[in-house]
């Protein structure tokens, strides 16, 4: 019979495993659908989530609410990740305040919501690839990459000076397949009007792959951990019709509940990914082994 005390240091294990009591991460698009519940989950582990966010997401209050629940020190910043001197005075502060910056969780995407959309019946779905606007593309890259890359060179080289920190990027299963147009299709419009998953997500998702795999090199040596994870898309009350189509894509017959990342978010935050990096870890109830 295991004796009381080993089954107490096992228990003391699996807490030190996953815990986060002391670390400070900071979250981008932190106020969003899932930058939230990364912030609760973080919170719950004992860390200091910092929410970056633009301002009328109010990053602020965002991170207000997650204080007053799960009592723990969170903040909220308005700030734009694409513009470096941003960047640099939320680290400064960061410094200021806690003297250190343990974890960066590049969330912050944007993410149009092309199955809703209702421009299928105009003559040019901005959507397709022969009229996707350039000012998109660029915003798209500038949000996804350049403001992922900013964020990492800012925070993980602060880690990196440490000598301890952990990176992770948000990508998508789109980071692995392709997107599977006819899940967008809409009835009654035209073929050459039909509206498409944007070229972007998939140039931003991938994009950010080849960053993980870069940076988690990069500073291999420098005790800095870089991962992906790539999840499935979460239910947020889409049209029924691309619901009913999705998910027979879907192995497990359902896209994710917005809560259901946070296993894995914490695993790839906490040293439970101890001797994991440059990895990409998917979630997608199963969608891309079909
Ligand atoms: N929701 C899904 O189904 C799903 C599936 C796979 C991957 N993802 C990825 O997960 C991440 C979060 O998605 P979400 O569903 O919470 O989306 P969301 O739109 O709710 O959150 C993204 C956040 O990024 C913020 N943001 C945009 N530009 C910014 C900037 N310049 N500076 C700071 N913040 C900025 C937005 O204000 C928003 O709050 C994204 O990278 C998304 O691509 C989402």
Not at 57 to 78: C, H, N, Q, W
Not at 150 to 176: P, T, W, Y
Request: hydrophobic share 40%.
């Amino acid at each position: 019979m295991a004796d009381k005390l080993e089954v107490t240091e096992e228990v003391n294990r699996v807490r030190a495993l996953f815990g986060l009591t002391g670390r400070v991460a900071v979250i981008t698009g932190g106020a969003g659908l899932l930058g939230t519940k990364h912030a609760e989950i973080i919170a719950t582990a004992g860390g200091s989530p910092v929410l970056l966010d633009l301002p009328q997401v109010k990053p602020r209050l965002a991170a207000e609410a997650i204080a007053k629940k799960y009592s723990v020190d969170a903040t909220g910043f308005a700030a734009d990740i694409t513009q470096l001197a941003v960047v640099e005075k939320v680290r400064d502060q960061l410094l200021a305040r806690f003297g250190r910056i343990d974890i960066l969780i590049n969330n912050a995407a944007n993410n149009p919501k092309v199955e809703a959309e209702s421009s299928g019946s105009s003559s040019k779905t901005w959507s397709r690839l022969e009229n996707f606007p350039l000012d998109i593309w660029n915003d798209d890259l500038r949000v996804g990459l350049t403001g992922a890359f900013l964020c990492s060179r800012v925070f993980g080289s602060e880690m990196a000076k440490r000598g301890k920190g952990v990176i992770l990027n948000v990508a998508s299963d789109l980071a692995v397949i392709a997107p599977d147009q006819r899940l967008y299709r809409q009835e009654g419009v035209p073929e050459d009007q039909q509206p498409v998953k944007p070229v972007t997500y998939s140039v931003v998702k991938t994009g950010l792959l080849g960053l993980t795999r870069y940076l988690a090199t990069y500073w291999a040596t420098s005790g800095v951990r870089v991962n992906a994870i790539s999840p499935g898309g979460v239910f947020n009350n889409q049209p029924k019709a691309f619901l009913a189509e999705l998910e027979q894509r879907i192995p497990l017959g359902r896209m994710a509940h917005a809560d259901e990342y946070q296993g894995a978010i914490l695993f790839l935050c906490s040293d439970a990914s101890s001797y994991m990096t440059g990895a990409n870890l998917v979630v997608d109830g199963g969608r891309t082994c079909w």
